[in-house]
Structures are given as structure tokens and as C-alpha cells.
């Protein structure tokens, strides 16, 4: 009987949070470093990439937790989404991007295993 570190069902949207988290924070840190203007768009990132960690650490080890978590994720990722799209830097592209393909995914996650 072979085991898996991650169940199967869970790798997409573990994947899917993991790269958002990444995005995020290169995100924030080039926000930080930039415009001040750009604080609502640090924070967001802070946040989506805070909660996209703790999605994968649920889905990781397959927590009856993480469909609710994913739902609010998926929130989270939006509105990052949302306020990365007032900007015009790739960075910020980027991490909107990631943002939506994690949120599409963590929707899908909330749907199949609530």
C-alpha cells in the first residue's frame, strides 16, 4: 500500500496557495519599497500571503479544517487580487495573477470536501 506525503485531491490547491504566498511577498516587499502609496496594497499582501501558509499547512496533512479556511482564502485572494490590479508594475501583475488561479483553486477545494 502506497502512501502519499499530500492527498491528491489536495496537491492543486496546496500548489495553487504556495505560489500565491510566494507572489505575495515579493509583492509586498517591492510595495514596501516603493510608493507609499501602496500601504493598502502591502497589507492585503501580508494578509493573502498569511492565509495562503495556512492553507497549505492544513491541505498538507489533509485538515477537516481546511475547506472552511480555503473559502476565506479565496476571499482574501480576491480582494488582493482587486487592489494589485490599481497598479501598473509586474510585480503587482504577478501577484494578481497568482491570486486568482489560488482562489479558483481554494473555491473548488471549499465546493468538493464541505
Avoid: F, H
Avoid at 43 to 71: E, F, G, K, M, N
Amino acid at each position: 500500500m502506497a502512501t502519499t506525503m499530500v492527498e491528491q485531491r489536495n496537491q492543486a490547491c496546496l500548489d495553487a496557495c504556495a505560489e500565491c504566498q510566494q507572489a505575495c511577498e515579493t509583492c509586498n516587499y517591492n510595495c514596501c519599497a516603493g510608493n507609499p502609496d501602496m500601504a493598502e496594497c502591502a497589507r492585503l499582501c501580508l494578509d493573502c500571503a498569511a492565509i495562503c501558509a495556512a492553507c497549505v499547512t492544513l491541505l498538507a496533512r489533509d485538515s477537516r479544517w481546511a475547506a472552511q479556511l480555503c473559502q476565506l482564502c479565496a476571499q482574501v485572494c480576491e480582494a488582493c487580487a482587486a487592489e494589485c490590479d490599481k497598479y501598473d508594475m509586474d510585480y503587482c501583475r504577478e501577484c494578481a495573477a497568482a491570486c486568482r488561479r489560488c482562489a479558483e483553486q481554494c473555491r473548488a477545494m471549499a465546493t468538493v470536501t464541505v
